[in-house]
T-cell receptor, first 113, second 114 residues
Framework: DQQVKQNSPSLSVQEGRISILNCDYTNSMFDYFLWYKKYPAEGPTFLISISSIKDKNEDGRFTVFLNKSAKHLSLHIVPSQPGDSAVYFC????????????FGSGTRLSIRP | DAEITQSPRHKITETGRQVTLACHQT?????MFWYRQDLGHGLRLIHY???????NKGEVSDGYSVSRSNTEDLPLTLESAASSQTSVYFCASSERTPNTGELFFGEGSRLTVL
């Protein structure tokens, strides 16, 4: 039973355009959400996060939106650059479970010229 | 610079053998985690620890064990390796405060069980 779902295994976007990666969750106890980025043969690296008390968090070209009623979050990358080509993992945690973080299955983003 | 290192980076073993993957971090983080990455499943939590002598089971803990005798190390042991345990394993650590969110990952250990 996947608590964090990324239904799009892959996404191709033209350089300079907006990339939108989506994530759904089922556990209503989750109150902190994160995105990680992973290049081949490397470990994942933290990208951006959002607390459930907010509906938007922005960091440069990256913005995460949270819709608690729909149990849905999305990552927007504007403008998309070639270096953004990677696998993106959505993740979530609940305060009650301290620092245990549950990950989705990932979306492979490819930025084409 | 502080870091987290995993060894070995690549390992091939046979079914039934015991295998230990090492994880060492120099951030002095209390929290340490082991995940496995498989196609279609993403990163799944195997075991985690919130401090010395503390260990907890994650989503997919069967066939794995960990021990935490000091802050820096969390070795992962496969008691009797199975082909289903062929995967890429990632160790991670984080600070004590809940919901700081940021996990620091090692580069991964690719394990093949024949």
């Amino acid at each position: 039973d996947q608590q964090v779902k990324q239904n799009s295994p892959s996404l191709s976007v033209q350089e300079g355009r907006i990339s939108i990666l989506n994530c759904d969750y089922t556990n209503s106890m989750f109150d902190y959400f994160l995105w990680y980025k992973k290049y081949p043969a490397e470990g994942p690296t933290f990208l951006i996060s959002i607390s459930s008390i907010k509906d938007k968090n922005e960091d440069g070209r990256f913005t995460v939106f949270l819709n608690k009623s729909a149990k849905h979050l999305s990552l927007h990358i504007v403008p998309s650059q070639p270096g953004d080509s990677a696998v993106y993992f959505c993740a979530a945690s609940a305060y009650s479970s301290a620092s245990k973080i549950i990950f989705g299955s990932g979306t492979r983003l490819s930025i084409r010229p | 610079d502080a870091e987290i290192t995993q060894s070995p980076r690549h390992k091939i073993t046979e079914t039934g053998r015991q295998v230990t993957l090492a994880c060492h971090q120099t951030w002095n983080h209390n929290n340490m985690f082991w995940y496995r990455q498989d196609l279609g499943h993403g990163l799944r939590l195997i075991h985690y620890s919130y401090g010395v002598q503390d260990t907890n089971k994650g989503e997919v803990s069967d066939g794995y064990s960990v021990s935490r005798s000091n802050t820096e190390d969390l070795p992962l042991t496969l008691e009797s390796a199975a082909s289903s345990q062929t995967s890429v394993y990632f160790c991670a650590s984080s600070e004590r405060t809940p919901n700081t969110g940021e996990l620091f990952f090692g580069e991964g250990s690719r394990l093949t069980v024949l």
